[in-house]
């Protein structure tokens, strides 16, 4: 193999907890975040929960001698809250909403108002080309009762889509963002497996950080340890995630995260952990394969197709329970719904009675009537609304179901197609973080 180009690009990536008034100290964190920007110099800085276009205004005009290349994704109500930093120069940027996001009425949570989404960015590195990604993925408020765990592997499912159907032409893939699941959670493997990305953490030659490289740690002072139950000493919720092409290869040298408290400084940059991750690409010309090396390519791709098969499957199923949900409380919507217009045609009725019988007079205070028929608005309104909220939810996971099961059959087939493909591959496991994608060629 031939080397005709080496680059190294280091990338940042932190979830920045950017919520004014209710995140602490946000202005002063800000400020740190963009003297230690400025100092550290990455190529490329990946943020998330910049929720407010202020703080991106901020960062901008900060970094503008060592980042002079930016862009800031806007969605939703607030922002989607994503933005990109950069040496070199962005040549096209895209964003993708996610379709299910949460839900309006957990406004505590928050999700929805935030407009989750993936973002992308196209940079040229060298002479490789490089579609970089950011997202920020629904929270996991509760482990053992995670009602929002359909909504993820929906937005899971999306990103990989997302990424595949976005990347055919680049050289590189990087992708940085808080995904809000564990490495081996559903939404993870799904997402690492049918791209083929890998994990900086699992495949750096040199790790400075966190003990296993959590992101969220109980010595922050930001967090809550009752919110990292059942895992006491921290969780690994962030990412950078990375893979090269036919035409290049991509290691990473070394990863790093910070580990909370900050030297000089009252408090952590955020409640995150920052991770930065020095990547080196190398392009390089495709060696020639005989029979026996694409023998044993077909058999390695079989059982990888077929672990795809499961994982897909198992993500059918959580799909199909949120749809059994979203069904449960549309039908509880409509029916209260209707309770509140039978109300509304009794109240009528009643107020009827004196103009059907002359002379009679009104059995109810006329305030009472006017507190009921707001009750009744009220419920029909609210009802309405929750209805066509669940219905548009039912559309959004009744459409990836429909996709699990068209890329289940097309994967069965694709397996068929293998004749050394044997059942008890499938159910093997290599190790975590290094899975080609299922799809790329074998030469």
Request: aromatic residues 10%.
């Amino acid at each position: 193999m031939a080397n005709t180009d080496s680059v190294s690009v280091r990338i940042f990536s932190l979830n920045c907890w950017g919520i004014h008034y209710l995140s602490k100290h946000c202005s002063q964190r800000y400020a740190m975040i963009g003297d230690m920007l400025c100092k550290e110099e990455h190529d490329i800085v990946l943020l998330q929960e910049v929720w407010s276009e202020k703080d991106y205004l901020f960062l901008k005009k900060k970094l503008a001698c060592s980042h002079p290349h930016s862009h800031y994704f806007k969605s939703g109500v607030i922002g989607s809250g994503l933005a990109i930093f950069s040496k070199p120069r962005i040549h096209d940027t895209f964003l993708y909403r996610y379709s299910l996001n949460g839900y309006p009425y957990m406004a505590h949570h928050g999700d929805w108002f935030g407009g989750k989404a993936v973002g992308m960015a196209v940079f040229k590195l060298g002479s490789l080309i490089a579609n970089v990604y950011v997202t920020h993925l629904h929270a996991e408020y509760c482990r053992e009762k995670d009602s929002y765990l359909p909504h993820r592997v929906v937005q899971a499912w999306e990103l990989q889509q997302f990424i595949c159907h976005t990347s055919a032409g680049a050289d590189v893939v990087i992708l940085g963002g808080d995904l809000n699941m564990h490495p081996q959670d559903l939404g993870s493997r799904l997402l690492r497996s049918y791209t083929g990305l890998r994990d900086s953490y699992l495949e750096t030659a040199k790790f400075d950080g966190c003990e296993n490289g959590m992101t969220l740690i109980a010595n922050n002072p930001f967090i809550n340890k009752r919110e990292l139950s059942p895992f006491e000493n921290g969780i690994r919720i962030d990412y950078i995630l990375f893979k090269g092409s036919s035409k290049t290869e991509i290691y990473c040298d070394s990863m790093s995260t910070t580990k909370g408290s900050v030297p000089d400084h009252p408090f952590p940059y955020s409640d995150h952990e920052a991770l930065t991750s020095e990547l080196r690409l190398e392009s390089h010309t495709p060696p020639e394969i005989g029979r026996d090396t694409q023998s044993k390519d077909q058999d390695s791709a079989a059982g990888k197709v077929a672990k795809l098969v499961d994982i897909v499957t198992e993500a059918r199923t959580e799909v199909k329970v949120g749809l059994h949900w979203a069904e449960r409380m549309r039908y509880t919507a409509a029916r209260t719904g209707v309770m509140g217009l039978a109300l509304l045609f009794l109240e009528l009725a009643i107020a009827a009675v004196p103009w059907l019988a002359l002379g009679a007079e009104q059995p109810f205070p006329r305030t009472s009537f006017y507190l009921l028929a707001a009750l009744c608005f009220a419920i029909l309104l609210i009802t309405s609304l929750l209805y066509i909220f669940y219905t548009m939810e039912l559309k959004s996971l009744q459409g990836a179901e429909d996709q699990m099961r068209l890329a289940v059959g097309s994967l069965q087939e694709k397996l068929r197609g293998f004749p050394l493909a044997q059942p008890h591959k499938a159910m093997r496991r290599p190790p975590e973080g290094q899975e080609p994608s299922a799809f790329d060629p074998v030469e």
